[in-house]
């Protein structure tokens, strides 16, 4: 019989397992072969991320709203492909903290609220939530898209470009307004619901301290044999869009929806005010209607006529 061997012995004569397995292949695509070393590096998270705009606008209305405002607030919601339209909201004095939670709900930064009162006022509230600040504006001559005399026509969803008077660089609260303007209607870029194309201009601009709202469509007339290069701006043309509208600062707030007053228009005058004041004018108007026939009666009894010698000529007798 033969001697048995040592476990040691066994361990060391165990052949080696080599992996003569092809390495594998790499995903092939449309474009071609794709390496794992490019997923590595797009699954990667950037170092250093750049500024993202996430601007979210809330529109919404008070209830009792009229029609013609009801119409200027859908095309502003057409205009803003980055807000959010909601219900009605009661215009009580509970309407600040009712409305800031609702923009914390639908996950917004800034507000548009358009109160209507008396069905004759508008009043648009811009505001930036929670810390604000917030303005308050008088809404005056009005036009909506749905005018005949407006032709011009823009792509649903693009990105405007925003222009601003010179007069806007003067004050402090031009400035603010500005910048406030700037945050609410510039719509961000590569926003999903947003096109990346530029044919429309929002312009704003002051006049008589009022701050005068246009919408521009940029119209390239060209045929296919006859296109225009870039930067031909002599055959560009402007065609208003609409909505138009006039907006008369009241007041800035340093919070939302209230806070302590930041800046107040001393020449602003209340649409009540200029109401009363035409009833003054018109009952003025009447009571010098009765004065007048009172003086005039009073004048005929002080200063008779003489009879007339021919009253009774063709009297029958």
């Known amino acids: 019989m033969g001697k048995k061997r040592k476990h040691s012995e066994t361990e060391a004569a165990a052949p080696v397992v080599k992996n003569d ?22 699954s990667k998270p950037a170092s250093v ?23 200027l607030m859908l095309n502003m919601v057409s205009l803003l492909p980055h807000c959010k339209k909601d219900s009605k909201v009661e215009a009580k004095s509970s309407k600040g903290a009712t409305l ?49 005399k407006l032709t011009g026509n823009h792509l649903k969803g693009s990105r405007p470009l925003l222009t601003f008077s010179s007069n806007f660089d003067k004050d402090a609260h031009w400035k603010l307004l ?35 709202f246009r919408n521009y469509q940029i119209s390239v007339p ?12 002599d055959k560009m043309t402007l ?5 138009r ?14 806070g302590p007053t930041l800046y107040e228009n001393p020449f602003y005058v209340s649409p009540n005010q200029i109401r ?14 009765i004065k007048a026939k009172t003086r005039r009666q009073m004048h005929e009894l002080a200063n008779p006529l003489e009879p007339d010698e021919f009253a009774d000529m063709w009297k029958d007798e």
């Open 21 to 42: 397995s092809a390495p594998e292949r790499p995903k092939r695509t449309l474009l071609g072969w794709k390496d794992k070393n490019e997923d590595a590096e797009k």
């Open 239 to 243: 065609i208003e869009v609409g909505p």
């Open 49 to 71: 991320s750049g500024f993202r705009n996430k601007e979210k606008v809330l529109v919404t209305c008070s209830r009792r709203i009229s029609y013609r405002y009801r119409h």
């Open 222 to 233: 060209h045929n296919e044999s006859d296109k225009i290069a870039r930067g031909g701006l």
């Open 276 to 289: 009363a004041l035409e009833k003054r004018n018109k009952a003025g108007k009447f009571a010098k209607k």
């Open 178 to 212: 500005k910048e406030m303007l700037t945050q609410v209607f510039g719509i961000p870029k590569e926003h999903r619901k947003s096109k990346p194309y530029h044919d429309h201009v929002f312009v704003f601009s002051i006049v008589d301290d009022h701050i005068w």
């Open 100 to 148: 800031n939670e609702l923009i914390e709900l639908k996950g917004s930064s800034s507000c548009l609220f358009f109160e209507c009162r008396k069905h004759k006022d508008l009043y648009l509230w811009m505001v930036k939530s929670p810390s604000g600040p917030s303005v308050k504006f008088l809404v005056n001559a009005v036009h909506t898209m749905e005018e005949l």
């Open 245 to 258: 509208f006039c907006l008369n600062p009241i007041k800035i707030f340093g919070g939302s929806f209230g």
